[in-house]
Structures are given as structure tokens and as C-alpha cells.
T-cell receptor, first 114, second 108 residues
Framework: GAGVSQTPSNKVTEKGKYVELRCDPI?????LYWYRQSLGQGPEFLIY????????DSGLPNDRFFAVRPEGSVSTLKIQRTERGDSAVYLC????????????FGPGTRLTVT | GQNIDQPTEMTATEGAIVQINCTYQ??????LFWYQQHAGEAPTFLSY????GLEEKGRFSSFLSRSKGYSYLLLKELQMKDSASYLC?????????FGAGTTVTVRA
């Protein structure tokens, strides 16, 4: 079956602009996660959804970052007033639920802020 | 906070064995994971340990000692395609905390 998909694969934007990154999880997966990976580092947790609600958004770096999952499937990560330090690969992962240990990762969106 | 340490780089010869160590200090523990990540690609799941001991899966094995906060990933009969970054991750509740990754280079 289809895996986790993310669009766009690459996004270049100017400092100060607004961007949206989309994640389509595996069908039937209720849990969805966003991570951010900087060069030479492991992924860093941003936010976790169980169904439509954000169960844990403690990893969001500041209030410029926001994510939604209105119908419990597709999720959008929104970044306002982008800064050069936001440049990274944004990874989305999904799993069957809280008690399913394996998270399946998408290919990521590479965000470059110029 | 979470502290997960693993070596930055390792080099080995095709056909050899390499062991990647990972030590962790985390607030909570609900399993330790190893992921493989090729450059520019998504991490892919390799192994999962939640109880002490060795888990074997083909050419890959993973070991966990919870009392020591220690795990290792053993890669046997190395192949060129095994050249990648290997990420150690600890699960606390539902989220994963990752180490920085170990880049393994396999030489002919």
C-alpha cells in the first residue's frame, strides 16, 4: 500500500514569508507526528496528533509554528514569518495508534529560507 | 530532558561486522528503536527493543540493557548498500527522541 507522502518535496521561500507543508499519512493510521531534522542531526519532535486533536505540541519551537489535522487524516504544518533558522527537513510520520510502536516516516519536505 | 549519545562516524570493510553503540538518559522509557537513513531519504525502521536482551533480524541485531541505559546495533556481513546513517531513538510515551546518528561508510 501507499506510504506516508509529503508535499512539496522542496520549498524555497524568502525570510518573512508564510509556508504550509502537507502530510498524507498511511490510510487508517490515527497517530501522526511532525519532526524537524537539521543537517547532521537526528529528527526532533515537534507535534503529535491522535485523531483530529493535537495531543502534544510541546516540541513546537515558538508561536510561529502551528499544525492542524481537521479530519483526522491529512495534516498541515504552518510556519509564519519564516526565519533562516527554520531551514531544515520537515518529516512526517504516522502509526496505527498509541500502542503501535512503529512509526512510518515520509520522505520529508526540505525547507530553505533565504 | 533527553540525552542520547552515539558515535558520529564509523568505517568498515565489506563483509565485516560493525557495532554501533548508543547510550541514553531519558525521562521515561517505552522502548528503544534503531532506524536506517540513507542520504536524502526518510528514516526506515530496523529494530525495536523494550526488554533487556538481544533481538536478531537477519543480518541486523540489536541489544538493550535498561539498567545501563545502553543499546547497540550489530550489522553483520556488511554490504555496500549498508552505507547510511543509523539513528538510535528512545520512545517516551508516544514520541521518539533521536540521537544525532552514526554515519557508517562501507569500503570495498
Amino acid at each position: 500500500g501507499a506510504g506516508v507522502s509529503q508535499t512539496p518535496s522542496n520549498k524555497v521561500t524568502e525570510k518573512g514569508k508564510y509556508v504550509e507543508l502537507r502530510c498524507d499519512p498511511i490510510s487508517g493510521h490515527t497517530a501522526l507526528y511532525w519532526y524537524r531534522q537539521s543537517l547532521g542531526q537526528g529528527p526532533e519532535f515537534l507535534i503529535y496528533f491522535q485523531g483530529t486533536g493535537a495531543a502534544d505540541d510541546s516540541g513546537l519551537p515558538n508561536d510561529r509554528f502551528f499544525a492542524v489535522r481537521p479530519e483526522g487524516s491529512v495534516s498541515t504544518l504552518k510556519i509564519q514569518r519564516t526565519e533562516r533558522g527554520d531551514s531544515a527537513v520537515y518529516l512526517c510520520a504516522s502509526s496505527l495508534g498509541d500502542f503501535s510502536y512503529e512509526q512510518y516516516f515520509g520522505p520529508g519536505t526540505r525547507l530553505t529560507v533565504t | 530532558g533527553q540525552n542520547i549519545d552515539q558515535p558520529t562516524e564509523m568505517t568498515a570493510t565489506e563483509g565485516a561486522i560493525v557495532q554501533i553503540n548508543c547510550t541514553y538518559q531519558t525521562s521515561g522509557f517505552n522502548g528503544l528503536f534503531w532506524y536506517q537513513q540513507h542520504a536524502g531519504e526518510a528514516p526506515t525502521f530496523l529494530s525495536y527493543n523494550v526488554l533487556d536482551g538481544l533481538e536478531e533480524k537477519g543480518r541486523f541485531s540489536s541489544f538493550l540493557s535498561r539498567s545501563k541505559g545502553y543499546s547497540y546495533l550489530l550489522l553483520k556481513e556488511l554490504q555496500m548498500k549498508d552505507s547510511a546513517s543509523y539513528l538510535c531513538a528512545v520512545r517516551t510515551d508516544y514520541k521518539l527522541s533521536f540521537g544525532a546518528g552514526t554515519t557508517v561508510t562501507v569500503r570495498a
